[in-house]
Structures are given as C-alpha cells and as structure tokens.
C-alpha cells in the first residue's frame, strides 16, 4: 500500500475524525466489568473497556481508569476486586452500571443485579455472571506520557486468587467461550459484539525443527 494511501496524524495534534479511531482499531476489547467496596462496606460496580490478562502464573489481570474513579479508589482501600464477565444476556445492564452515580450509591441496585458473596475476598460477585476472578490488588500504577509526565490515568493490577465457572461452560474439561456469548467492546460512541462459532478459526503454534 502507497504511503499516500494511509490516514496520517499525530495524536498530539488532534486526529480531525467524527471519533477517535484509537480504540475502534484496538478491539474487539474484553470489558473489565469490576465490582469492589470500600473500607466502610459501600459497593462500587463499573465497566472498564481498557481491559485483560497480563500473565499466565500467577494470573494477573487489570484494567485502566481514566480518572481515579471509585473502583480505584476502593480497590487502593481494600487491596480487593472482582472480575465479572459480561455476556449478551446481561450487555444492556452491563451498560447501566457505566451511569456517573455519587459516590457510594450502589450499581447493583442501580442496575437490578444481585450481590453474590466472594469466597476469599470482601468484594461482592455479580450472581447473574457466569464467570468471576476473585483479585487481589498487585499494583496501581498512574500512567506517563512520553515527557516522564503523570496523566490521569491509572492501571490497576491483581492477581487471581479465586476462580468460579458456571458448569454449563465447561465440556469435556474445555472451557466453551462462545457458549458463554461474552460481550466485547468495539470502536465508535455504541459498538459492541459478541463471539460465535461461525467466525471461529484455528492456529497452532509453529514447531521449530530440532
């Protein structure tokens, strides 16, 4: 493709698009959909676009906030939070836990989602999911930008200390991710999509002669 084919701008500056494409070609993104509480018990529940797993042993995942929002800051108090996965089923509620409520008001509630107790954590599950990690915070990190300069934006990390699975994912000892129809975050003020088994394909990794 001819350099004079491609759409050139420098961030900095501004990218003179309808939307910013930066996240619309990064994606589909898993949504880090975290509940947490803070040190006087209140719950917090919040999706995050700016989300995955980091390493394999021991498990870390995280997520960015832009803005030190309540998850953070509840997750920096009580060293704690969960991953709740969002499927189609539970997309449009997923989506009402994003409203800006004050701080302390309870999303669950907001949103008519059920408060499931964790087993090593304080931080509730969402019982409608199928999936949660129990975490515990490994680092919270306030980003750079390229001048050493601290932004508004903060990754959290933590490890995954407890996992739980619906039964009706898992066959033949093989989790079935497309089973679970999880949401993905795509590009655009509105996008998301979800996964199926007709958009499948397989890759092995290649085997280096001995």
Excluded at 84 to 100: F, Y
Excluded at 103 to 116: K, S, V
Aim: net charge negative.
């Amino acid at each position: 493709m001819a350099q004079n084919d491609r759409y050139f701008y420098q961030p900095s500056q501004g990218h003179g698009l309808a939307h910013d494409p930066l996240n619309a070609i990064i994606s589909p993104r898993p949504i880090g959909w975290i509940s947490s509480k803070n040190a006087q018990g209140q719950r917090n529940l919040a999706p995050y676009s700016f989300f995955n797993c980091f390493n394999y042993t021991p498990p870390i995942i995280g997520f960015a906030s832009i803005g030190k929002k309540d998850s953070v800051a509840n997750i920096v108090e009580t060293g704690e939070f969960v991953w709740n996965l969002t499927t189609r089923a539970l997309a449009e509620k997923m989506n009402q836990t994003s409203a800006a409520l004050p701080r302390g008001e309870d999303e669950f509630a907001f949103a008519g989602l059920t408060p499931l107790p964790s087993e090593l954590i304080g931080a509730d599950r969402v019982a409608e999911s199928p999936v949660h990690f129990e975490c515990k915070l490994t680092q919270c990190i306030q980003l750079k930008d390229a001048n050493g300069q601290d932004i508004d934006t903060w990754l959290v990390l933590g490890e995954v200390i407890a996992v739980h699975i619906a039964n009706y994912l898992i066959a033949e000892g093989i989790y079935q991710t497309t089973l679970a129809e999880p949401v993905l975050r795509a590009g655009g003020p509105s996008a998301y999509y979800t996964v199926s088994e007709n958009n499948r394909f397989d890759l092995f990794r290649p085997v280096m002669p001995k």
